[in-house]
């Protein structure tokens, strides 16, 4: 199994970024899928989730109304939407595989994930 993130890099406070989290190995549409970020010198905290079945998502108090997670289960991706970006959204940003499957449901903490990627860098200056 192998996930990877892409889409990185630097924006400017205010501006917009996608990343996305493809796979081989494991189809990502069957799993809930996380995405995380770690930022330096600080311990990894969990943006948002998608579940399988409804693909109902949720997010972070500090991201929710600006992030956005969705599937393209024909490319067995995952995307992760961001605007209005801050400064302290900068972190490296990673996708997970959670093996449990929950209908409807998807968990947020980073110790319920099984397969990680090995994450993309964002920056947010100016």
């Known amino acids: 199994v192998q996930l990877v993130e892409s889409g990185g890099g630097l924006v400017q406070p205010g501006g917009s970024l996608s990343l996305s989290c493809s796979a081989s190995?494991?189809?990502?549409?069957?799993?809930?899928i996380g995405w995380f970020r770690q930022a330096p010198g600080k311990k990894r905290e969990g943006v948002g989730c998608i579940s399988v079945g409804d693909g109902s998502t949720r997010y972070a108090d500090s991201v929710k109304g600006r992030f956005t997670i969705s599937r393209d289960n024909a490319k067995n991706t995952v995307y992760l939407q961001m605007r209005s970006l801050k400064p302290e959204d900068t972190a490296v940003y990673s996708c997970a595989a959670d093996k449990l499957i929950i209908p409807n449901l998807c968990p947020i903490a980073d110790y319920e994930y099984d397969y990680w990627g090995q994450g993309t860098p964002v920056t947010v200056s100016s």
């Open positions: 190995g494991i189809t990502l549409g069957r799993h809930p």
